[in-house]
């Protein structure tokens, strides 16, 4: 139990720490110049912006997830002892995770938020508020549901840290541009629910063709119906014209461009 718990959390921290930590830890030189200046609209600005950002490369990793649960846990870790009934209850573990996901890649960003604006004591009364609360779920959903009860309890722990942050930040800096936010959110869920239809519709026909008793056939399903759903999401949010999409295609552009032109000082020694 303890073996397939941690496996289930180690599948879910991948995309936290990818996206979720890189995308707090970009943005606290901004928020923390923001608090400075003392820029009162900057920093909810820059807030909600990173918070779209965040929302673009999560929801369609969720629908990914949730829906290729059994095929991940299976590519990961399905060899020797581990069996089939250790990858089912893996996969379920997983899902119940997964169904906190974006709570756990915002709050790194809005803990930032909080340091940069020199205040430690609330994320930390926060954090134990939710650690209580993980623990009080977990007593009571252990005996009733197993090992799902303590990923569930997990899963609304850190669903209720990120809504008591958010309320909290909230009244200390103002709105984070709502307007804008729930109108990307509106396009982006469209786009997720087509690529979920993508994906579910397409592994059927899939296991038909591929040897799923096989790993490269599990493999190959995986990720050949994440790919379109993938490819499904960005399409149909460039379609709706979600800004973030062109806001990290510029920023790589933009990136790359400045990796490969040549210093000025360079130039005149050329």
């Known amino acids: 139990s303890i073996a397939i718990f941690q496996f289930a959390n180690n599948i879910m921290y991948v995309p936290v720490g990818v996206i979720g930590i890189s ?8 928020l923390a110049a923001a608090v400075a200046e003392g820029n009162k609209k900057a920093l909810p600005l820059h807030l909600s912006v990173t918070i779209r950002q965040i929302l673009f490369f999560i ?7 949730l829906l290729l649960r059994a095929q991940i846990v299976r590519v ?11 990858t089912v209850t893996t ?3 997983l899902a119940c995770f997964t169904l906190s996901l974006f709570a756990q890649c915002i709050t790194p960003l809005l803990l930032r938020v909080f340091f940069a604006l020199h205040d430690t004591r609330t994320p930390l ?6 650690a209580i609360l993980m623990i009080i779920g977990s007593i009571f959903l252990k005996p009733m549901f197993g090992l799902l009860g303590l990923s569930f309890s997990f ?3 850190s669903i209720m840290e990120l809504v008591v942050l958010a309320v909290l930040l ?23 629910l087509v690529c979920a239809l993508v994906v579910q519709g397409l592994k059927g026909p899939m296991a038909a063709v591929v040897d799923m008793n096989r790993f490269w056939g599990i493999f190959t399903q995986g990720a050949i119906t994440a790919t379109a759903g993938l490819l499904v999401y960005l399409g149909i949010a460039l379609v709706l014209k979600v800004e973030e999409p062109r806001a990290v295609a510029r920023s790589i552009r933009h990136r790359f461009w400045r990796m490969r032109r040549v210093p000025e000082e360079v130039q005149e020694r050329l």
């Open 23 to 30: 995308f707090a830890v970009a943005a606290f030189p901004t």
């Open 170 to 192: 909230r009244a200390r800096i103002g709105a984070f541009r709502d307007t804008a936010f729930l109108h990307t959110l509106y396009k982006l869920s469209v786009a997720a």
């Open 76 to 86: 990961a870790f399905g060899t020797g002892a581990f069996d089939w009934t250790a």
């Open 59 to 65: 929801l369609p990793l969720t629908v990914i997830i």
């Open 155 to 157: 899963s609304f722990a």
């Open 125 to 130: 009364l926060v954090s134990l508020f939710t």
């Open 91 to 93: 996969a379920n573990l």
